[in-house]
């Protein structure tokens, strides 16, 4: 049976479902400026702005200009003992290629570089054809990958690694700051604001108006988490793809428990070597000294830059064990049936799935320093083997915390 077989019923209903924990509310109407909440899990379901595709092709506009610049300038200039180096964007990048860190530069070229990218060329291909009014192949698809690679574009995060930086080589080193870089920091402001401003149930509206669709009146529905459509069990057992944005549509992601429950346990065994292990090595006249990630906070504390050493302590080791017991503690919820209140489990997953990808501040710091300092005998500096790790800790997290299914927290208490 096909979507668009006769025996498939494509309707509209005025309904929203809370992709947080699957309550149904009335679609009520809202005005430009507000948003709606969910009264159960406090999921945000809704956000209006007034004039929103206008503002979100200007902003993509500039984005497109700001992205050109930032790889068209320095980014970064580095002056030490007279001698001066200028560093580009990706310079880190092949700075770890040429080390053989295949891995890690693959990482923070995804997350600096490829991620923007698809970010901006696809907001242009989509807001270009809401603007003429065509509808052109794959649109639902970009549409639909646009919100999927959201938190694996992680520009500002690298740009507060680019601030630790300049404090940690301060000593060393004076940083000047290239036109690249004022570039990338605008583009990070700019991108933030396409997408909020991009209205994504409007769009879906003017893609397919119907946005149910069932094979029977009485059939259970399943929301897609892609386009907030509902489809039918039935059409389900036949094909799982939503007949409107054509992504998985699932009741429960399947073997959430499991799943996230391996990959917790690989983080967690990741986590031992990721803080025991040295992340970097610096030679400075020809001494070499090795620090691990506790270690370069209390370096940092005792240079007098206390914030800065606090900023790091909570992102790359309260953060990644927080995660890994807060997730622990969902599935222990999940597992033991109804326990404790499911609005605040709801509440730690979105916050643990938000602050997650904070982490990675540590491996863009070593990313940079490598690229940076490159003096030879008078200064180098060479990642260590814990940064894999660390990013494994990071990666394996974001990955479990994806893998969980939030809805499972509800279904433990309506059982
Ligand atoms: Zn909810
Ligand atoms: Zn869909």
């Given at each position: 049976m096909s979507v668009n077989s006769p025996s498939v019923r494509a309707s509209y209903a005025d309904v929203i479902v809370c992709h947080g924990c699957d309550h149904v509310f009335d679609n009520v109407p809202f005005s430009a400026g507000q948003q709606l909440s969910c009264t159960?899990?406090?999921?945000?379901?809704k956000v209006k702005h007034a004039n929103w595709l206008m503002q979100a092709a200007a902003f993509t506009v500039t984005g497109l200009i700001l992205f050109l610049l930032t790889l068209a300038f320095p980014f970064i200039g580095l002056e030490a003992a007279g001698q001066e180096q200028s560093s580009r964007l990706l310079s880190g990048v092949w700075a770890l290629l040429d080390r053989d860190r295949f891995l890690l530069a693959s990482l923070v070229f995804i997350t600096i570089f490829l991620m923007p990218l698809v970010e901006l060329v696809g907001l242009g291909y989509v807001i270009g054809a809401r603007l003429l009014d065509v509808k052109p192949p794959g649109l639902a698809k970009v549409l639909h990958l646009l919100f999927v690679i959201r938190p694996w574009n992680m520009m500002e995060i690298f740009f507060i690694g680019v601030l630790i930086t300049t404090i940690k080589l301060g000593d060393i080193a004076s940083l000047l700051p290239g036109i690249g870089l004022y570039a990338f920091a605008g583009l990070i402001l700019v991108l933030i604001y396409s997408h909020t401003h991009l209205d994504r149930e409007a769009l879906w509206h003017w893609l397919r108006h119907e946005n149910r669709f069932c094979g029977r009146d009485d059939e259970p529905l399943v929301v897609c988490h892609g386009c907030g459509a509902q489809v039918g069990e039935s059409l389900l057992d036949v094909n799982?793809?939503?007949?409107?944005?054509h992504s998985t549509v699932r009741?429960?992601?399947?073997d959430s428990y499991q799943r996230t429950l391996a990959l917790l346990i690989a983080a967690t065994v990741l986590y031992l070597p990721a803080n025991l292990l040295p992340i970097m090595t610096t030679v400075q006249f020809g001494v070499a000294s090795s620090d691990t990630i506790m270690s370069g906070v209390v370096h940092l504390f005792q240079s007098g830059n206390a914030g800065i050493a606090l900023v790091v302590f909570v992102a790359s080791v309260l953060v990644p064990i927080a995660k890994i017991f807060a997730i622990s503690y969902l599935l222990w919820a999940v597992r033991k049936?109804?326990?404790?209140?499911p609005r605040h489990q709801a509440i730690l997953y979105r916050i643990t799935e938000f602050v997650?990808?904070?982490?990675m501040i540590d491996v863009f710091v070593v990313t940079l320093l490598v690229a940076l300092v490159?003096?030879?005998?008078l200064a180098n500096i060479e990642p260590g083997g814990a940064i894999v790790c660390f990013a494994g800790v990071v990666v394996l997290t974001m990955l479990a915390a994806e893998t969980f299914d939030p809805r499972l927290l509800w279904d433990a208490h309506s059982e």
């Open positions: 159960y899990c406090g999921e945000v379901m799982d793809r939503c007949p409107r944005c009741r429960r992601i399947p049936g109804p326990q404790g209140n997650g990808r904070w982490s490159q003096f030879g005998v």
